[in-house]
């Protein structure tokens, strides 16, 4: 008795259900865990990103708080300066201040008027510079004094809150206490462009019409080599500009405490309103003429030494953009696309904004960490319930599957006789006892099935018979079906050639019945009145003169209707044998392969031409030649005459629905390759739509209504029985077709008729 081949022992290499079980439990807790740590991550995101962000928000607050409290000593110093100057200039408005003036004061031979160098001290003491042409008179002496007693009160009292404090009158006077930088006065070259830096600029009254302190841009000075940052206040008297007073911040000290006192993580930067960039910690404003701003176009890396990166630009603009369209009162705004957030605090003073900038990972961090002593603690928790659940599973459940294994092992081995334990009152005890009985039906069944395989060989044999009966009958059916197709594509061809045929034998009529046979008579007739007279007839009378030339006339005429008779009835003897060779080239078809011989094919496409001619002239078809100078080929004649007949007959109805004057024919021989030759019939007609260009060569598919779709199939399988192709290309419904039949220049492999 055989056995079947699933029958196998059991693989001691396959998981246990213990194991299985304590995989998919794994698997249910580990994603319980999964989900607990996911909830307790979001949890602590959400929280500690509340916190962050009020966190954030109470550090720009004060960071503001400090950062503008020199902005505001710089207004208050300012107010003070101001009031002591405008004192001043009233109570020296009478005193004569020649004297003093020059004996503190000396014209260089630049032009310039300067401190005295004898005995100053820069350090102690505010110095003057004067630019050349200035008209020094008694007023003018009087505010240059005055700026001086102002500068050397409050200079040095002011010394702990500001670097420096000046005064500069609208003449182009500087005085300047700048301990730091004693000799600035002294050494500052003649040509200096004092009124047109913005500290002065800034204070006109068109620039300022409400006369209140106003913060330059960072700037450059030359003659320290120092960037600085200016608060300058204007001063009028009697409604006219005549100084400007201020004091410089240090760029340097700006950015120390901008960028080097921050939140873990997080960067602070500076920008005006008008997006003049401040202070930020990646780009060297020192090395930027004019400073950088922000709302600038953007330029291009490289351009200019320290300029920002594109990406720095984006960055800076984003931030510009959340901070402008911000809630009025809003601290904090989410900076999506850059996963950060950032806060705003306004200095009071020169309203520039201070932004501490926040990446979201350094809040994500921390709930990361969170959520990963989480994840360790439920896998460690999962280990231990794991351990715990095998050695459950192993005692109850592992050891009795093994004696239900071995069992089968038996049953497959043929052994009914197991024996398993079947005391126990849970499951496996009934499993037990209903393997018992399984094991005894099987071998009842086996017996059963014994006895059936041998009944079911017979009829295997018998249905085995019956296939191939039907096999032999399939074969005749599909025998019968191509000679159906042969007689199909011949009489497709036939009547593509009788078609010319008739076109032919109807010109041939049409031609007999113009024949003026009538006339003939009409001459016997008058002969045979005058035919005892016929020589004074044909010399005298009228219509004798006319006759002689008339009969000329009228032989040469019937002489050229009989060569036209002649050269229709040659045509129609031509077509008749062509349809001779389509029936003989369909009957080969059927048995062997045609004999190939050496064919002109320029004569073949002119033999195509000339019988489609009726058919073309009828329809009004201008034909256009490019036939290039071909070797014979050696092919199939008459299969390359069917396939050329074919495709002008196509093209000649495809043009019907066009005017008459736009039918056009275009046949083209030439070289396609170096040994293949290339046929290329091109009409004007109604073209092929893109969804019938894959359909074209099948069987029985036409775009006629009184189309069949026999030519284009027959057609494309010549060309292949021939080793060539036949395709077609179409830019679609009313752009004309275009087929090409290609053919090997030499044949590979000659066949003979039998």
Same mark, same amino acid.
């Given at each position: 008795?055989?056995?079947?081949?699933?029958?196998?022992?059991?693989?001691?290499?396959?998981?246990?259900?213990?194991?299985?079980?304590l995989?998919?439990?794994?698997?249910?807790?580990?994603?319980?865990?999964?989900?607990?740590?996911?909830v307790?991550?979001?949890?602590?995101?959400?929280?500690?990103?509340?916190?962050?962000?009020?966190?954030?928000?109470?550090?720009?607050?004060?960071?503001?708080?400090?950062?503008?409290?020199?902005?505001?000593?710089?207004?208050?110093?300012?107010?003070l300066?101001?009031?002591?100057?405008?004192?001043?200039?009233?109570?020296t408005?009478?005193?004569?201040?020649?004297?003093?003036?020059?004996s503190?004061?000396?014209?260089?031979?630049?032009?310039?008027?300067?401190?005295?160098?004898?005995?100053?001290?820069?350090?102690?003491?505010?110095?003057?510079?004067?630019?050349?042409?200035?008209?020094?008179?008694?007023?003018?002496?009087?505010?240059?004094?005055?700026?001086?007693?102002?500068?050397?009160?409050?200079?040095?009292?002011?010394?702990t809150?500001?670097?420096?404090?000046?005064?500069?009158?609208?003449?182009?006077?500087?005085?300047?206490?700048?301990?730091?930088?004693?000799?600035?006065?002294?050494?500052?070259?003649?040509?200096?462009?004092?009124?047109?830096?913005?500290?002065?600029?800034?204070?006109?009254?068109?620039?300022?019409?409400?006369?209140?302190?106003?913060?330059?841009r960072?700037?450059?000075d030359?003659?320290?080599?120092?960037?600085?940052?200016?608060?300058?206040?204007?001063?009028?008297?009697?409604?006219?500009?005549?100084?400007?007073?201020?004091?410089?911040?240090?760029?340097?000290?700006?950015?120390?405490?901008?960028?080097?006192?921050?939140?873990?993580?997080?960067?602070?930067?500076?920008?005006?309103?008008d997006?003049?960039?401040?202070?930020?910690?990646?780009?060297?404003?020192?090395?930027?003429?004019?400073?950088?701003?922000?709302?600038?176009?953007?330029?291009?890396?490289?351009?200019?030494?320290?300029?920002?990166?594109?990406?720095?630009?984006?960055?800076?603009?984003?931030?510009?953009?959340?901070?402008?369209?911000?809630?009025?009162?809003?601290?904090v705004?989410?900076?999506p696309?850059?996963?950060?957030?950032?806060?705003?605090?306004?200095?009071?003073?020169?309203?520039?904004?201070?932004?501490?900038?926040?990446?979201e990972?350094?809040?994500?961090?921390?709930?990361?960490?969170?959520?990963?002593?989480?994840?360790?603690?439920?896998?460690?928790?999962?280990?231990?319930?794991?351990?715990?659940?095998?050695?459950?599973?192993?005692?109850?459940?592992?050891?009795p599957?093994?004696?239900?294994?071995?069992?089968?092992?038996?049953?497959?081995?043929g052994?009914?006789?197991?024996?398993l334990?079947?005391?126990?009152?849970?499951?496996?005890g009934?499993?037990?006892?209903?393997?018992?009985?399984?094991?005894q039906?099987?071998?009842?069944?086996?017996?059963?099935?014994?006895?059936?395989?041998?009944?079911?060989?017979?009829?295997?044999?018998?249905?085995?018979?019956?296939?191939?009966?039907?096999?032999?009958?399939?074969?005749?059916?599909?025998?019968?079906?191509?000679?159906?197709?042969?007689?199909?594509?011949?009489?497709?061809?036939?009547?593509?050639?009788?078609?010319?045929?008739?076109?032919?034998?109807?010109?041939a009529?049409?031609?007999m019945?113009?024949?003026?046979?009538?006339?003939?008579?009409?001459?016997?007739?008058l002969?045979?009145?005058?035919?005892?007279?016929?020589?004074? +007839?044909?010399?005298?009378?009228?219509?004798?003169?006319?006759?002689?030339? +008339?009969?000329?006339k009228?032989?040469q005429?019937?002489?050229?209707?009989?060569?036209?008779?002649?050269?229709?009835?040659?045509?129609?003897?031509?077509?008749t044998?062509?349809?001779?060779?389509?029936?003989?080239?369909?009957?080969?078809?059927?048995?062997?392969p045609?004999?190939?011989?050496?064919?002109?094919?320029?004569?073949?496409?002119?033999?195509?031409?000339?019988?489609?001619?009726?058919?073309?002239?009828r329809?009004?078809?201008?034909?256009?030649?490019?036939?290039?100078?071909?070797?014979?080929?050696?092919?199939?004649?008459?299969?390359?005459?069917?396939?050329?007949?074919?495709?002008?007959?196509?093209?000649?109805?495809?043009?019907?629905?066009?005017?008459?004057?736009?039918?056009?024919?275009?046949?083209?021989?030439?070289?396609?390759a170096?040994?293949?030759?290339?046929?290329?019939?091109?009409?004007?007609?109604?073209g092929?739509?893109?969804?019938?260009?894959?359909?074209?060569?099948?069987?029985?598919?036409t775009?006629?209504?009184s189309?069949?779709?026999?030519?284009?199939?027959?057609?494309?399988?010549?060309?292949?029985?021939?080793?060539?192709?036949?395709t077609v290309?179409?830019?679609?419904?009313?752009?004309?077709?275009?087929?090409i039949?290609?053919?090997?220049?030499?044949?590979?492999?000659?066949?003979?008729?039998?």
């Amino acid at each position: 008795m055989r056995r079947s081949s699933l029958m196998q022992p059991p693989s001691h290499s396959r998981s246990t259900l213990a194991r299985r079980t304590l995989i998919q439990m794994a698997v249910r807790i580990g994603v319980v865990i999964a989900l607990t740590t996911l909830v307790s991550y979001l949890h602590i995101l959400r929280t500690m990103r509340d916190e962050s962000l009020e966190h954030l928000a109470r550090h720009v607050e004060e960071r503001g708080q400090r950062e503008q409290a020199i902005f505001v000593l710089s207004e208050e110093t300012h107010a003070l300066i101001k009031k002591a100057f405008e004192e001043r200039l009233q109570t020296t408005s009478q005193e004569d201040p020649t004297a003093r003036f020059h004996s503190m004061f000396e014209r260089r031979a630049d032009g310039t008027i300067r401190t005295r160098p004898q005995g100053f001290d820069g350090t102690r003491e505010p110095g003057v510079w004067i630019t050349p042409g200035v008209k020094v008179d008694t007023g003018f002496q009087r505010r240059v004094l005055a700026a001086y007693d102002v500068m050397a009160q409050y200079g040095p009292a002011y010394r702990t809150r500001h670097i420096n404090t000046f005064i500069l009158l609208t003449e182009g006077v500087n005085v300047l206490y700048w301990p730091e930088v004693p000799n600035w006065t002294l050494d500052v070259g003649a040509d200096y462009p004092l009124l047109s830096f913005e500290y002065f600029t800034l204070t006109r009254p068109q620039e300022d019409p409400l006369r209140q302190v106003t913060w330059t841009r960072s700037y450059k000075d030359d003659t320290s080599g120092k960037w600085l940052l200016s608060a300058v206040t204007p001063v009028d008297q009697d409604g006219q500009h005549v100084a400007t007073l201020g004091n410089d911040v240090l760029v340097d000290e700006l950015l120390s405490r901008t960028l080097i006192d921050h939140l873990p993580g997080a960067h602070n930067l500076i920008f005006r309103d008008d997006g003049q960039l401040v202070a930020h910690p990646e780009i060297k404003l020192d090395s930027l003429t004019g400073g950088y701003n922000i709302l600038a176009p953007p330029q291009p890396e490289g351009s200019q030494p320290g300029h920002p990166t594109a990406e720095q630009q984006a960055h800076l603009r984003s931030i510009f953009e959340a901070v402008e369209r911000r809630e009025p009162g809003q601290t904090v705004v989410e900076l999506p696309e850059y996963h950060e957030y950032i806060a705003v605090a306004q200095l009071r003073g020169p309203g520039w904004n201070f932004v501490t900038v926040l990446p979201e990972s350094v809040v994500t961090s921390k709930a990361i960490e969170a959520a990963r002593y989480v994840l360790v603690f439920g896998l460690v928790s999962l280990l231990v319930e794991l351990l715990i659940m095998f050695w459950v599973l192993r005692d109850q459940l592992s050891r009795p599957l093994q004696a239900f294994t071995q069992a089968t092992a038996q049953v497959t081995a043929g052994d009914f006789g197991v024996s398993l334990e079947t005391s126990r009152q849970d499951e496996l005890g009934q499993l037990a006892r209903s393997f018992e009985r399984m094991a005894q039906e099987v071998r009842q069944r086996e017996e059963a099935l014994r006895q059936a395989n041998e009944g079911l060989e017979q009829r295997v044999e018998e249905r085995t018979r019956e296939l191939k009966e039907v096999h032999q009958q399939l074969l005749q059916t599909a025998r019968q079906a191509g000679m159906a197709e042969i007689a199909t594509n011949v009489l497709h061809n036939v009547g593509n050639v009788l078609n010319s045929v008739y076109t032919a034998a109807q010109l041939a009529r049409e031609r007999m019945l113009k024949m003026k046979l009538e006339h003939v008579g009409r001459v016997a007739h008058l002969l045979q009145e005058h035919q005892g007279q016929l020589t004074t +007839f044909v010399t005298q009378d009228d219509r004798g003169r006319n006759l002689l030339p +008339f009969l000329d006339k009228l032989g040469q005429n019937l002489l050229d209707e009989r060569g036209d008779m002649l050269e229709l009835l040659g045509d129609i003897g031509r077509y008749t044998e062509h349809i001779g060779d389509i029936v003989k080239v369909q009957q080969n078809h059927a048995r062997m392969p045609r004999l190939q011989e050496a064919v002109g094919l320029t004569e073949l496409v002119e033999d195509a031409l000339r019988i489609n001619e009726a058919g073309l002239s009828r329809h009004q078809v201008q034909v256009e030649r490019q036939l290039a100078a071909i070797p014979p080929v050696l092919t199939d004649k008459h299969k390359v005459l069917m396939i050329l007949v074919n495709l002008f007959s196509n093209a000649k109805y495809a043009m019907d629905p066009i005017p008459p004057e736009q039918r056009r024919l275009t046949v083209k021989l030439e070289h396609s390759a170096a040994d293949r030759v290339r046929i290329e019939v091109r009409d004007t007609g109604v073209g092929i739509a893109p969804e019938q260009l894959t359909r074209i060569f099948q069987y029985g598919f036409t775009t006629r209504q009184s189309g069949h779709g026999f030519g284009l199939h027959s057609s494309a399988v010549a060309a292949q029985e021939m080793g060539g192709s036949l395709t077609v290309h179409s830019e679609g419904a009313g752009h004309g077709a275009t087929f090409i039949l290609e053919l090997p220049l030499h044949s590979t492999g000659l066949t003979h008729a039998s």
